[in-house]
């Protein structure tokens, strides 16, 4: 059972993410039928005040010793830096060996990967920390596409507010819907987003080495919304289609397919933010032949669909 939550903070904090955590297990909500937790903030160096950003502080109370026989240790972002202190690398592995688990919200998984916590386990972090940490901890399995990853005993969860959906699941797969319901409720969050759905993330144009892609990449840009064969871009760089596919691999890193179809669903992203435009005209737009492909491409990019985005991102 979660009874014990602890969560560690060093060096500097992340207010948000820490509040997060703070939010879900540290508050008392018994009143409202929610089982209360022992939670404790520990810290290398109790007593010494943490900075959290523009002149303010916090200053953990409690030693890491007292943290030990947590069932569930937490780690805010703060730090993608690989000296981590080795208490608090050694208080996560405890923690695990004693049966208990761990949380990590955004960069906090960096720490678990130096604990060594994340070898061969499906996690994630902030989409802008994803290459980073794969490359810091080559034997971690990272998915950036997703909100949260609970794998074993390590729960690790995207940027802020995803440490919300991996705090409430936690609490979900321990006491039921109806408590992570009423935690959610107090908070006036969604009371359940499944981990699996994307981070929102936006794809840039990459840098191309050759000038001759580059333009060609701006030009389909600008004719989404007329049907592009690949015959005919490679013909536009006077190359043969074999060739210019292989070429556009080794610029771009996927198909012309593939990012053509990505460029598409960000722009249809970017219509539904910014405009009323019915699903189907959105669709025309962005060169899909109908709103059924577009809801097709959309799911499997986004992981909502068209309407559910625009319900949620619309200005």
Known sequence: MLNKVAVLLFRRVALFEFGVVN??????RTDDGVPPFEFLIGSPEPGVPLSIGNGAFVVPPHALEECLDADLVAIPGGSTEPDFPPEILDTLRTVVDNGGRVLTVCSGAFAAGAAG??????CTTHWRYGAELAQQYPKAIVDTDVLFVDDGPVTTSAGTAAGIDASLHLVRAEFGPEVANRIARRMVVPPHRDGG?????????????SDGFAAVLQWMIEH????IAVDDLA??????????????????????????????????????????????VVAEQVGFA???LL???????????????????AR
């Not at 939010?23 to 008392?28: K, R």
């Not at 959309?298 to 949620?312: D, L, W």
């Open 23 to 28: 939010e879900v297990f540290g508050l008392d």
């Open 117 to 122: 916590l994340l070898d061969g386990r499906r």
């Open 197 to 209: 759905q994307r981070q929102f993330v936006e794809a840039p144009v990459p840098e191309c080495e």
């Open 224 to 227: 989404l919304d007329t049907d």
């Open 235 to 280: 013909e536009r760089m006077h190359m043969s289609t074999r060739t210019f596919a292989r070429r556009f691999v080794d610029e771009v890193g996927v198909s012309p397919h593939k990012w053509l179809t990505e460029q598409r669903v960000l722009h249809a992203r970017r219509l539904l933010e910014s405009t009323g435009l019915p699903v189907d």
């Open 290 to 292: 109908s709103a059924t």
């Open 295 to 313: 809801r097709h491409h959309f799911n499997a990019a986004v992981g909502v669909s068209p309407t559910i985005y625009r319900r949620r991102f």
